[in-house]
Each structure stands twice: as structure tokens, then as C-alpha cells.
């Protein structure tokens, strides 16, 4: 059983919480918004050790796949346009889909319950569902390219 504290649970705490940042601080009107380092990042939740190198592909994969992740929800959640989803939620499935289905680092069963707990973790009372009822409907039809 994963326990919460295993590094690359860990890794997408962090992941998700630099690429949400991100957002806000190359969006308009900045201000004076700080983004964190990963080590602060680490050292505000008090997380010890992650997968570094689980950590970096999420970045680097999420960010260069942007447009397609994006094709992906809408093509699998047509009545939610990717600008009405919250960026909460949206940044996680952009996290499960990179992750499970375009560099298929992780088995998709995995980064779908990966992205469940952050939902429940990080997102609102209705995240964890909307996130499963989006992936689960991505695997559905996706599983047998996998």
C-alpha cells in the first residue's frame, strides 16, 4: 500500500505545486508574487525526500506537452472547456495524462489514483470525482493502445 510520504508521491506534491505557482507568476499582473524554489517548496510541506528525477520529468513533460494534454481533455471532456476547469484540476490531469498516457513513465491505473488523491488533496469537495470521471474516460478508450 503507498504511503503518503513515498517519494514519488512526493514528487507530484511538489510538481503540482510548482507548475500552479507557475501559472500565477507568468500570468498578468505578477505583482509581487514569489515563485519557490523546490527546495522551499520541499521545506514548506516538510517533505524530506522525493523522486528528483520523477519530480523534473512532470515539469519538463507537462510543460512541453501542454497543447496536446489540452486536446486530450477536450476531447475526452467535451462539456468542460479546458478554460472553465479549474486550475487546480486542470493542472493534475495535465500531470496524469503526461504521466500515464503520453510518456507512459507511470502505468495510467497509477497516475489515475495519483491524480484522485491529489484532487482530494489539493483540489475542491468535487475534485477527486471530476478528476477520476476525466481519466477514468480517457483509460476507458485508451486502454487497449497501452
Known amino acids: 500500500m503507498k504511503k ?16 500552479f505557482a507557475k ?14 524554489t523546490t527546495d522551499q517548496l ?3 510541506d516538510e517533505i524530506e525526500k522525493f523522486d528528483t528525477d520523477l519530480y523534473e520529468d512532470i515539469i519538463k513533460g507537462v510543460q512541453k506537452n501542454l497543447k496536446d494534454s ?29 504521466e500515464g498516457f503520453i510518456s507512459k513513465r507511470t502505468p495510467p491505473k497509477v497516475a489515475i ?14 475534485s477527486d470525482k471530476f478528476v477520476n470521471g476525466v481519466l477514468g474516460a480517457i483509460y476507458e478508450i485508451r486502454k487497449n493502445e497501452l
Open 4 to 19: 503518503a510520504t513515498d517519494p514519488r508521491h512526493q514528487a507530484r506534491v511538489l510538481a503540482l505545486q510548482y507548475l
Open 42 to 44: 520541499a521545506e514548506i
Open 113 to 126: 489514483d495519483e491524480a484522485i488523491e491529489l484532487a482530494k488533496d489539493f483540489g475542491g469537495s468535487a
Open 70 to 98: 489540452e486536446e486530450v481533455i477536450h476531447k475526452y471532456a467535451p462539456q468542460w472547456p479546458v478554460d472553465q476547469i479549474k486550475e487546480v484540476d486542470l493542472i493534475i490531469l495535465k500531470i496524469a495524462i503526461y
Open 23 to 36: 501559472d500565477f507568476v507568468t500570468g498578468p499582473n505578477t505583482g509581487d508574487r514569489v515563485q519557490h
